[in-house]
């Protein structure tokens, strides 16, 4: 059964930087997708930041200029380096990875709360 193990959340004050991990138990082949999620107190499950296996990154709007998504495909390993952060980014931030085949596989969460 993979895992995905999330790392790097915690309590931060505004302005402040947060860098998120997350590490796959055992190595995943044909890896796609690679992602960030996060879902506010009483809100759905929103979009971060997606890379591809090509390299290609998109961005929520509301964290453009501020975060910056990364991959080691030799580690099957995402990161999102967190800068500038805001109240409002806070939330549970949910690591995804999506093979080729369609599958997906999301990580258990890890808090970001950022302080005013």
């Known amino acids: 059964q993979v895992r995905l193990v999330e790392s790097g959340g915690g309590l931060v004050q505004a302005g402040g930087s947060l860098r998120l991990s997350c590490a796959a138990s055992?190595?995943?082949?044909?890896?796609?997708?690679m992602g960030w999620y996060r879902q506010a107190p009483g809100k759905q499950r929103e979009l971060v930041a997606t890379i591809s296996n090509s390299g290609s990154t998109t961005y929520a709007d509301s964290v453009k200029g501020r975060f910056t998504i990364s991959r080691d495909n030799a580690k099957d390993t995402v990161y999102v380096q967190m800068n500038s952060l805001k109240p409002e980014d806070t939330g549970v931030y949910y690591c995804?990875?999506?093979?080729?085949?369609?599958?997906?596989?999301w990580g258990q969460g890890t808090q970001v709360t950022v302080s005013s």
């Open positions: 995804n990875l999506v093979v080729l085949t369609g599958i997906n596989y």
């Open positions: 055992q190595r995943i082949f044909r890896i796609n997708t």
